[in-house]
């Protein structure tokens, strides 16, 4: 198959370069994007539900784009560079999703002048919802780039820069979060149906309710705090729920939590 140039080419189609890939093309042609992955089977699965044209391989991927997305393992990387290493030139722009992975160590595995944007998105981002932390050089890049990087990441969710230091933070707050908000979803769930409301009505009424909180946080631009209070009248039932998770160490634990996958991504780096 003869090469074409592509606006962006995704390495990897697991759950986050599928879920990002979902998000790109409500706002970006199938002929704009390629895409690479090892599994053969998976590759023509994506291309089947997407329209978009797998390229042959990880090198080739790279280049024919112009902004090349790393959706792959961090325990892939050496290999992965080894293979794009000499498609990559300075007018390419590689955005890396590697938890734990700086800038710094994807440049010095590359070996030579390139330019590189960090980021940690979500799986929300299947359904428009991603949250992403992102960080780059400001002087590496011109406007127009930089208004192209910043349309990549708006078209699956909302983006927040970050100083690349707090990049393991945002893990813990974004990027590794929705699963804590899925094991809520479900506990909260079990809560209902213990009670007799039907699984499904007790998984809809719990997943519309943390939108809908969500929501409420964004905005109304309240302290989450005092959202809280106006739900907890004196002697009501709500302040009741809340005493009993205090009790059981709820904002502990996700603060705990949050540690552990601080100090993964510390190892990893």
């Known amino acids: 198959m003869a090469e074409k140039n592509y606006r962006y080419g995704l390495i990897g189609m697991g759950n986050m370069g599928y879920a990002i890939l979902k998000g790109l093309l409500k706002e970006t042609d199938p002929g704009e994007i390629t895409f690479s992955e090892m599994n053969t089977e998976r ?12 390229s042959q391989d990880n090198a080739s991927c790279v280049r024919a784009s112009q902004y090349i997305l790393l ?13 794009i290493r000499e498609a ?13 992975v700086t800038i710094r160590m994807i440049g010095d595995k590359i070996g030579k002048p390139c330019r ?46 970050v100083d690349e230091k707090l990049m393991n933070a945002v893990v813990c707050v974004s990027g590794s979060s929705p699963a804590y908000v899925y094991m809520f979803i479900e506990a909260l769930a079990d809560s209902a149906v213990k009670y007799g409301i039907p699984r499904a009505s007790a998984y809809e009424m719990a997943a519309q309710t943390v939108l809908g909180s969500a ?10 705090g005092a959202l809280k209070d106006m739900v907890c009248s004196p002697g009501g039932t709500t302040i009741a729920a809340v005493a009993a998770l205090e009790e059981c160490g709820f904002r502990s634990a996700v603060i705990k939590a949050g540690d552990q996958c601080y100090a993964k991504c510390t190892n990893i780096g």
């Open 116 to 161: 590189i944007v960090r980021a940690m998105p979500n799986t929300p981002a299947l359904v428009g919802e991603g949250m992403t932390g992102v960080c780059y050089d400001d002087t590496q890049f011109d406007e127009e780039e930089k208004q192209t990087i910043h349309a990549f990441f708006a078209s699956f969710g909302k983006m927040a820069r």
């Open 43 to 54: 590759a023509e699965d994506v291309s089947a539900k997407t329209g978009v044209i797998p």
């Open 215 to 224: 929501k409420m946080v964004l905005e109304t631009g309240l302290h989450p």
């Open 88 to 100: 990559v030139d300075a007018e390419k722009i590689l955005i890396s999703i590697l938890p734990g």
């Open 71 to 83: 959706a792959i393992k961090p325990q892939q990387l050496d290999t992965v560079i080894g293979q």
